[in-house]
């Protein structure tokens, strides 16, 4: 059996522990907790394992390779864009095969026995079956609640006392049928219990929960970073402690200090010192190369190579690589020191006092709130769709949304809008009163998602609008111009500029800008996307919009006033419309249960356009060759938004339908009811095609590999992003990404299989390029 781990998190709740690397490579006894996942799984009899990466996946790929010293293969999956859980593990279909699979976290410390849990999901003849854990506290997971025979029979996404009918936790780890990736679309950001599972439930697919005896702890944060490191010490959980006990309770790579108090259970790495009269334990870890000075008292705390000074009292703390707590210092119950930090003589932290990596405290002071001022203060950069991504109160904080507002509020007028949290609405007041400091109007408003913001900054023709979007801890901020379209480079790059320099504009008081208020967006939004398909259908019509966020309700309000009936349970017979990306693409289901991919919606949208008479339709960047070439086939023209300028930008952003999911589907639903078709008819219309992407990590440089790229295939054409090369069995589109050293491999076939052939192909290529530098033959 194959496994894949979900490797990409950054942890974000596990900061400042977790700032300078992944969260799977969070050191647990003397490795990274991935490295007790793999060995949990070799006792599985796994031997081969995929890793989906997106934050810092160079740490991961560097540590642990091919997996040979690991006693496995690891073939690695790398996203740009945020797939989900579900979404990542699609990535990996095609190495995956047709056998049942294991999804496993690589940030969870457990020591189940999986073995058991796949021959519970064969006798059961399950498609998928999720591993529970019995939670006291259940509030902050999601509950599965089960039958007496196992199968699922509702789920519960972290809900209050009254809602514990269980006390099962969804692990995340799963055993799956490769028939999971009939419901999953492609290159999709999808969730197994928000998106996948819930849907399985809906349609009645075989799910089912088992509960296995054994360990299992969520490392979500710093305190249950500690309780696992205790647990470990104590045998409540069986890992890997890497050495013998020098004695009882105490695991030692070296000899015992002298002069000094050890309490068991405690561990402790090699090259460590620990002066006379220091205590150190019980539950304490001494990483590689820590110190403990003379009578300093460390208890219940792990110094990860980091540094106690004589006298200072350590209790239920974590010091990261190179911190230091100073001579007499005290550090209390849940305090973090980061990378570098120093907290100075006689200085008290309170408790739960987390110091970001080199930062300093002052000796003597006495510190209540955490000091995270001038942390992530680096480069903010566009991505290469136009978003800049980031960590809240890490790289995107109020002083750089003050800064980014203030450059907005010189172009006049600026629309701000926010949705996801309470911290995309800090963000997005910073920014308005960034704007109103330069002496711009700030034209706040009430519209919840992204796409939301760039039908409102096309309507109203401002010269630039700004959304602020929160997933839990992950900002991003959508930057639309006049038309509703990203901003393009050139003012990406003077956006760029002025923030690194920190450039914040400002107007004496006189000049002072305004701050107004703009609300029923949505409702006019709905509205427009419903007079744009024709507002009213000739006969009803029954779709399911699954989900209940904002761009799904919205979608909801516009299908209504178009005259269809919207369900929330997709059924078959009825097809369905997946809002993603903020509102920016759509993906949908037909009657047949077949999932039509953005891609192929795109197409489809692109057809409807030409039956209106339309004679020439602007393609977005990554469009596939199938969408142009149908385009060309009925004597109309394509333009390309990354290859014909502003008059294709100009027409992309006219043609809503083509780049907003809920115009596109109001214009599905209209021409569906107006023909007495259904979606998979339309679908069947459109000529075969199939893409497949994946991305290679490059060591040497982006740009030269793009020149030896371009010399190589000289018919190539050179587009804003990248090359795009046609081949004897397809298209394939290379383009070097943005925010790291990695090329991106598209390929396009007339089906899949020619396609994932044509892409790894490549990709092969790609890696041997730049390993041996330019001259090596594409395929």
């Known amino acids: 059996m194959k496994a894949v781990i979900l490797a990409g998190g950054e942890g974000a709740r596990l900061r400042p522990l977790s700032m300078d690397r992944p969260k799977p490579m969070t050191p647990l006894f003397g490795q990274p907790v991935l490295g007790h996942i793999l060995h949990l799984l070799r006792q599985a009899g796994v031997r081969e394992v995929a890793m989906t990466l997106r934050y810092q996946p160079e740490a991961i790929t560097g540590f642990f390779g091919d997996g040979s010293e690991w006693g496995c293969a690891i073939t690695y999956f790398t996203e740009d864009e945020p797939l989900g859980t579900a979404g990542g593990v699609k990535s990996c279909a095609h190495w995956l095969g047709n056998e049942d699979f294991l999804v496993i976290s690589g940030d969870c410390v457990c020591d189940f026995d999986l073995t058991e849990a796949v ?26 609640l089960t039958g007496e025979d196992g199968r699922v029979q509702r789920f519960l996404e972290k809900p209050g006392w009254a809602q514990v009918f269980t006390d099962q936790a969804n692990t995340g780890i799963y055993v799956l049928s490769p028939k999971v990736f009939e419901l999953i679309p492609r290159n999709t950001a999808w969730d197994f219990s928000r998106d996948l599972f819930p849907r399985m439930l809906a349609g009645g697919r075989p799910v089912y929960g088992f509960a296995p005896k054994g360990y299992w702890c969520d490392m979500g944060d710093c ?127 309170r408790e739960g006092v987390k110091v970001w990596p080199r930062l300093r405290v002052d000796p003597g002071a006495r510190l209540n709130a955490s000091l995270t001022s001038g942390a992530g203060a680096g480069r903010i950069q566009f991505s290469d769709n136009g978003l800049i991504r980031g960590a809240l109160e890490l790289d995107l904080t109020p002083e750089a949304l003050l800064t980014l507002g203030s450059l907005m509020g010189e172009e006049g007028k600026a629309g701000i809008g926010h949705g996801g949290g309470e911290g995309a609405r800090m963000l997005a007041q910073a920014a308005a009163s960034g704007v109103s400091a330069a002496g711009g109007q700030a034209l706040c408003h009430d519209g919840a998602f992204p796409a939301s913001g760039s039908w409102l900054a096309r309507h109203f023709a401002l010269p630039v609008s700004l959304f602020v979007e929160q997933r839990g801890d992950r900002i991003f901020l959508y930057l639309f111009d006049r038309r509703g ?19 914040i504009r400002r107007v004496p008081s006189s000049r002072v800008g305004t701050r107004d208020w703009i609300s029923g967006v949505s409702a006019a939004y709905a509205g427009a996307a419903a007079d744009q398909a024709g507002r009213r259908i000739p006969q009803p019509l029954t779709v399911a919009v699954p989900g209940a966020g904002p761009e799904e309700e919205v979608l909801t309000a516009a299908l209504a006033q178009l005259g269809c009936t919207v369900i929330r349970r997709p059924k078959a017979g009825t097809p369905a419309f997946y809002p993603g990306h903020g509102g920016m693409t759509l993906s949908a289901s037909d009657e047949e249960g077949k999932i039509l991919t953005p891609q192929r919606l795109l197409a489809l ?127 394939v589109w290379l383009a070097p990404l943005s925010r790291r050293s990695a090329l991106r491999v598209a390929a396009e076939c007339a089906d899949m299989e020619a396609a994932q052939e044509l892409c790894a192909g490549f990709c092969r290529a790609a890696e041997e390029l730049d390993r041996q530098g330019t001259g090596r033959s594409f395929p």
């Open 223 to 349: 305190k249950a970073y500690l309780r696992c490191l205790t647990d470990g010490l104590n045998g409540r959980v069986k890992v890997s402690l890497g050495m013998e006990q020098a004695a009882p309770g105490i695991w030692s790579a070296g000899p015992l200090p002298e002069g000094a108090l050890m309490v068991p259970p405690c561990w402790i790495g090699r090259d460590v010192t620990v002066g006379d009269g220091a205590v150190v334990g019980p539950n304490t870890v001494l990483g590689d190369g820590s110190t403990v000075g003379p009578k300093a008292m460390v208890q219940r705390s792990v110094l990860l190579g980091a540094a106690a000074e004589a006298h200072a009292t350590v209790y239920g703390s974590i010091l990261c690589p190179g911190s230091m707590a100073g001579r007499s210092s005290v550090l209390n119950e849940g305090c973090v020191l980061g990378e570098g930090a120093a907290v100075g003589r006689d200085a008290v932290l």
């Open 605 to 731: 949208l692109c057809m409807l356009e030409l039956d209106q008479g339309t004679r020439t339709v602007a393609l977005p960047v990554g469009a596939s060759e199938a969408a142009e070439a149908l385009i060309t086939a009925r004597g109309a023209f394509a333009l390309r938004v990354d290859r014909d300028g502003e008059e294709a930008r100009d027409l992309y952003s006219e043609q809503t339908g083509l780049r907003d999911a809920v115009f596109a589907a109001c214009r599905l639903c209209a021409r569906m009811a107006r023909d007495g078709v259904g979606l998979a008819e339309l679908d069947r219309q459109l000529p075969a095609f199939a893409v497949e992407q994946r991305e290679v990590p490059l060591r040497g440089d982006r740009g030269a590999l793009m020149q030896a790229l371009a010399r190589q295939y000289r018919d190539a054409e050179a587009l804003e992003g990248g090359l795009r090369i046609k081949t004897g069995q397809g298209w």
């Open 485 to 503: 379209l990203p901003l393009g480079r050139a003012r990406e790059r003077k956006l760029e500029s002025a923030l690194l320099r920190h450039e």
């Open 119 to 144: 021959d519970f999901h064969r006798n059961h003849g399950a498609e998928a079956t999720l591993l529970l854990h019995r939670e006291p506290e259940p509030l902050e997971y999601g509950l599965v």
